[in-house]
Protein backbone atom coordinates (compact mmCIF):
# COMPACT_ATOMS: atom_id res chain seq x y z
CA UNK A 1 0.00 0.00 0.00
CA UNK A 2 1.21 3.33 -0.93
CA UNK A 3 0.16 6.32 1.19
CA UNK A 4 -0.05 10.16 0.40
CA UNK A 5 -1.23 12.73 2.69
CA UNK A 6 -2.12 16.36 1.95
CA UNK A 7 -3.97 19.21 2.77
CA UNK A 8 -1.87 20.78 5.37
CA UNK A 9 -1.73 24.46 5.77
CA UNK A 10 -1.04 27.90 7.88
CA UNK A 11 -4.09 28.08 9.83
CA UNK A 12 -5.04 31.28 12.66
CA UNK A 13 -5.80 29.74 16.23
CA UNK A 14 -9.07 28.49 16.18
CA UNK A 15 -9.26 27.11 12.68
CA UNK A 16 -10.23 24.07 10.90
CA UNK A 17 -8.03 21.97 8.47
CA UNK A 18 -8.72 18.58 6.74
CA UNK A 19 -5.88 15.99 5.85
CA UNK A 20 -6.53 13.32 3.24
CA UNK A 21 -4.52 10.21 2.62
CA UNK A 22 -5.02 8.57 -0.56
CA UNK A 23 -3.63 5.20 -1.01
CA UNK A 24 -3.05 3.13 -4.07
CA UNK A 25 -2.83 -0.75 -4.25
CA UNK A 26 -5.20 -3.41 -3.38
CA UNK A 27 -6.85 -4.45 -0.26
CA UNK A 28 -6.82 -0.45 1.37
CA UNK A 29 -10.25 -1.83 3.13
CA UNK A 30 -8.09 -4.72 5.29
CA UNK A 31 -6.04 -1.75 6.62
CA UNK A 32 -6.77 -0.18 10.04
CA UNK A 33 -5.87 3.51 9.62
CA UNK A 34 -4.13 5.89 11.81
CA UNK A 35 -2.88 9.33 12.15
CA UNK A 36 0.23 10.53 13.72
CA UNK A 37 2.04 13.68 13.82
CA UNK A 38 5.80 14.71 14.80
CA UNK A 39 6.62 18.62 15.98
CA UNK A 40 10.62 19.50 15.77
CA UNK A 41 12.59 17.71 18.29
CA UNK A 42 9.74 15.46 19.67
CA UNK A 43 8.68 11.88 19.26
CA UNK A 44 6.19 11.05 16.67
CA UNK A 45 2.57 10.49 18.28
CA UNK A 46 -0.47 9.26 18.18
CA UNK A 47 -3.36 11.65 17.13
CA UNK A 48 -6.63 9.32 15.62
CA UNK A 49 -7.18 5.52 14.43
CA UNK A 50 -10.10 4.12 12.76
CA UNK A 51 -10.79 0.62 12.50
CA UNK A 52 -11.34 -1.40 9.09
CA UNK A 53 -15.12 -0.80 8.57
CA UNK A 54 -14.93 3.11 9.60
CA UNK A 55 -17.40 1.82 12.80
CA UNK A 56 -14.57 2.27 15.64
CA UNK A 57 -12.59 5.10 15.80
CA UNK A 58 -9.91 6.15 18.90
CA UNK A 59 -8.21 9.31 19.34
CA UNK A 60 -5.20 11.20 21.58
CA UNK A 61 -7.05 13.04 24.52
CA UNK A 62 -5.08 15.88 23.15
CA UNK A 63 -7.11 15.95 20.07
CA UNK A 64 -10.46 14.03 21.79
CA UNK A 65 -13.51 16.49 20.66
CA UNK A 66 -11.89 18.53 18.43
CA UNK A 67 -10.70 16.12 15.33
CA UNK A 68 -12.39 13.36 13.90
CA UNK A 69 -11.40 10.76 11.93
CA UNK A 70 -13.11 8.98 8.51
CA UNK A 71 -12.97 6.93 6.15
CA UNK A 72 -13.58 5.73 2.59
CA UNK A 73 -13.25 2.67 1.28
CA UNK A 74 -14.83 3.07 -2.03
CA UNK A 75 -11.99 6.02 -2.36
CA UNK A 76 -9.60 4.52 -1.00
CA UNK A 77 -8.96 7.48 1.68
CA UNK A 78 -8.42 8.20 4.87
CA UNK A 79 -9.56 11.80 6.47
CA UNK A 80 -8.59 14.15 9.67
CA UNK A 81 -10.69 16.87 10.30
CA UNK A 82 -9.31 19.13 12.68
CA UNK A 83 -11.35 21.98 14.45
CA UNK A 84 -10.59 24.41 17.13
CA UNK A 85 -6.78 24.17 15.99
CA UNK A 86 -4.13 25.27 18.71
CA UNK A 87 -0.48 25.88 18.25
CA UNK A 88 0.33 23.18 19.84
CA UNK A 89 -1.04 21.34 16.89
CA UNK A 90 1.64 22.51 14.79
CA UNK A 91 3.34 19.46 13.48
CA UNK A 92 3.75 17.20 10.58
CA UNK A 93 1.14 14.96 10.01
CA UNK A 94 1.39 11.05 8.88
CA UNK A 95 -1.02 8.60 7.69
CA UNK A 96 -0.12 5.18 8.34
CA UNK A 97 -1.69 1.59 7.84
CA UNK A 98 -1.72 -1.14 10.12
CA UNK A 99 -2.74 -4.88 10.15
CA UNK A 100 -3.98 -4.65 14.24
CA UNK A 101 -5.82 -2.27 16.22
CA UNK A 102 -2.84 -0.29 17.41
CA UNK A 103 -1.86 3.38 19.29
CA UNK A 104 1.59 2.45 18.39
CA UNK A 105 3.84 4.05 15.28
CA UNK A 106 6.11 0.89 15.25
CA UNK A 107 3.30 -1.23 14.31
CA UNK A 108 2.22 0.45 11.44
CA UNK A 109 3.53 -0.95 8.35
CA UNK A 110 3.49 1.87 5.76
CA UNK A 111 3.69 5.63 5.78
CA UNK A 112 2.87 8.48 3.84
CA UNK A 113 5.40 11.11 3.50
CA UNK A 114 3.66 13.93 5.79
CA UNK A 115 1.68 16.92 5.27
CA UNK A 116 3.22 20.05 7.04
CA UNK A 117 0.44 21.46 9.96
CA UNK A 118 0.97 25.20 11.12
CA UNK A 119 -1.29 27.02 13.48
CA UNK A 120 -0.48 30.32 14.27
CA UNK A 121 -1.41 31.96 17.31
Known amino acids: VQLQAFGGGLVQAGGSLKLSCTASGRSFSNYYMGWFRQAPGTEREFVARINRSGGSTGYADSVKGRFTISRDNVKNAVYLQMNGLKPDDTAVYYC???????????????WGQGTQVTVSS
Open 96 to 110: AAAVIWTTTAQQYYY
